[in-house]
């Protein structure tokens, strides 16, 4: 039997006991036709395995004895394309082409362009005064008071025994006020920056996350130079500041 009526004769064997559980008598022909599918299929195997041992293969763009003489030109002008050498085949006739991936026109348009899957990021080092500021949280942009106090040019004495304390100084307390400032990153313009759905869907990079990032460090970067070098009027104090009163000593910025 050969596979097809193997394959029929199973099938013959569910249709008729349908719905209902095979007998005995129907399980055990099954498995038989079973043994015998098996052995059918590996003889085709063994069949078509043999015939492609003996199959002459013909290189890529030689016409085979019993092809069609325009079977003979299509192949010999295919390798022709793919060597650049003409044969017996194409002698007479006169090739000219300039079919290239070079140039989009000429045939790049069909090349699906490439690129490795990794960004090439430029990085500056900037800050350092963020890691180690105290950060928090106001309930509104008011400015707020913090009380402050210099004693930086007073000093202790020596006194002799039994003498009088000499050369001291009271205390002296001031205020410096810390302001708060909105920190913004936009686009060109001046216009906040924008982004398509589409190369939102289409990106083969994480461009959400990208932005965020760079938004991110761009505000950390101007940050960092308030912090060290803001006057304290329309910037953070810093704490580099070139000019000091005798009662600012804390330097920050919101």
């Known amino acids: 039997m050969t596979v097809e009526e193997i394959l029929a004769a199973l099938q013959a064997i569910i249709d008729e006991a349908g719905a209902e559980p095979l007998s005995e008598e129907q399980a055990t022909a099954y498995e038989k036709l079973e043994v015998q599918l098996k052995a059918a299929q590996k003889s085709e195997e063994i069949r078509k395995r043999n015939a492609a041992y003996n199959t002459v293969r013909v290189p890529a763009g030689v016409p085979s004895p019993g092809s ?8 010999a002008f295919t390798a022709y394309l793919r060597t650049g050498r003409p044969n017996a085949d194409i002698s007479g006739l006169r090739v000219s082409n300039a079919q290239s991936t070079g140039s989009d026109p000429a045939g790049g348009y069909m090349v699906p362009p490439g690129f490795r899957q990794k960004l090439v990021d430029v990085q500056k080092a900037f800050g350092g005064i963020g890691p180690e500021a105290d950060g928090f949280s106001t309930d509104n942009g008011s400015t707020l008071e913090y009380p402050s106090v210099d004693d930086t040019a007073n000093s202790g004495q020596i006194t002799a025994e039994g003498a009088a304390v000499a050369g001291g ?9 810390l302001g708060a400032f909105k920190y913004t990153s936009s686009g060109a313009s001046n216009a906040p920056l924008k982004v398509s759905v589409e190369l939102l869907q289409d990106a083969a990079f994480d461009v959400q996350g990208l932005i965020s990032r760079k938004l991110g460090m761009r505000i950390a970067r101007k940050q960092a130079v308030d912090w060290v070098t803001g006057t304290g009027t329309t910037l953070p104090f810093g704490i580099a500041r070139a000019a000091l009163t005798a009662n600012v000593t804390l330097a920050a910025g919101n």
């Open 169 to 177: 100084a009271d205390l002296v307390f001031g205020t410096v006020a």
């Open 68 to 75: 069609k003489p325009e079977d003979s030109i299509e192949l």
